[in-house]
């Protein structure tokens, strides 16, 4: 579940709270109790940080399948080829 900050517009009080997505946002200040509250956008703590994540976290081998298969197919035409022309 994520945590949604809210700030309230009459009193500045600022809380996080832990929400379903589907909930409804709080209005409803606890601090003064008037329904002033807005939801803020915040930084996620998730961040993803470096060159090439995906190609070394999620890419599949199917494509070094597909160009090995393919070398092998050029080296196999060419040695086909080769041992005609003797």
């Given at each position: 579940m994520p945590i949604y900050e809210?700030?309230?517009k009459e009193c500045n009080h600022r809380l996080?709270?832990?929400?379903?997505?589907?909930d409804d946002p709080l209005k409803d200040c606890p601090a003064c109790?008037?329904?002033e509250l807005s939801k803020l956008v915040?930084?996620?703590s998730f961040k993803l940080k470096g060159?090439?994540?995906?190609e070394t976290d999620f890419k599949g081998s199917k494509k070094k399948n597909e160009s090995n298969s393919a070398s092998e197919?050029?080296?196999s035409s060419s040695s086909?080829?080769?041992?005609?022309?003797d």
């Open positions: 809210y700030r309230c996080e709270k832990l929400q379903k997505m589907s109790e008037k329904p915040s930084a996620s060159t090439g994540w995906y197919s050029n080296k086909s080829s080769s041992s005609t022309s």
